[in-house]
């Protein structure tokens, strides 16, 4: 997780792209295709406690991060080892999920690295507490942040809730344990927290100095758009879009 972190706060918006989108991703496919050979219950039980683990690391974590671009990386590592928890429970559900996933997750990462990097050049930081009043002075960038943290916290009608839905029922054959902390943390601490953090961002004051404002350009609408649109469009029609990528 650090390595990650870190490889994300260096990087450039394109890279941690590419390296959330598809990376990781190929990362995960790969160890999947090697326990295959080794994996047998007692291992399975381990990866999936390890999985559960992470996902707690990662998200006690949020709550300590200034950095935008840090938040959405940890998000990233939450959502990896949803992935994980997908492929280990290798029900025809969950595997069908874990294609979802795949292609859920490229396009709202897209939004989140590409509206970090909006607020960055537009207030010269990627910290929180030098970032306010968007609603006033950028209001098409404000519109679209709604957005896509609606998005990033599964609101109805998106991709994440989709997922989350799916997968929710699936635990109940598993642990009652596992369902009711992950249901806690999908449902209550990450809204929560996503929420407070955007609050100041939308409707707060914000650093009087190196502030360039400016509304999204046509090139930056167009990008978010997109991805805004499938992330919807692949919640309302999830077959069909598993029908085209896979």
């Known amino acids: 997780m650090s ?23 190929l990362g995960i496919l790969g160890l999947i295709r090697i326990l295959d050979n080794y994996l047998n219950n007692h291992m399975l039980y381990l990866l999936i406690s390890l999985c559960i683990l992470a996902i707690f690391d990662a998200t006690l974590r949020l709550f300590a991060q200034q950095d935008l671009k840090r938040i959405v990386a940890l998000t990233t590592v939450i959502e990896m080892n ?13 595997l069908f999920l874990a294609n979802f996933l795949i292609i859920a997750h490229v396009f709202s990462t ?9 607020l960055s ?18 209001p098409n960038l404000w519109y679209i942040s709604i957005f896509i943290i609606f998005i990033t916290i599964g609101f ?14 699936t635990l109940l054959n598993y642990s009652l344990l596992i369902y009711i902390y992950i249901l806690i943390v999908f449902f209550l601490v990450l809204p929560i927290f996503f929420i407070r953090i955007w ?48």
């Open 3 to 25: 390595w990650l972190l870190k490889a994300h706060v260096e990087a450039s918006v394109e890279f941690s792209i590419l390296l959330s989108g598809f990376i990781v991703k």
């Open 82 to 94: 949803w992935l994980m928890l997908c492929f280990l429970l290798g029900d025809s559900q969950n």
């Open 110 to 118: 897209t939004s989140e690295f590409l509206l970090v990097e909006c």
């Open 121 to 138: 050049k537009r207030f010269n930081s990627r910290d929180v507490l030098f970032i306010g009043s968007l609603w006033y002075n950028s």
């Open 156 to 169: 109805p009608g998106t991709s994440i809730f989709l997922a989350k839905f799916l997968f929710l029922p």
């Open 199 to 246: 609050l100041p961002l939308w409707f707060g004051l914000y650093y009087k100095y190196n502030i360039n404002f400016y509304d999204l350009s046509k090139k930056e609408f167009f990008i978010f758009f997109i991805s805004i649109l499938f992330s919807i469009l692949l919640g309302l029609f999830p077959n069909f879009f598993l029908y085209i990528f896979i």
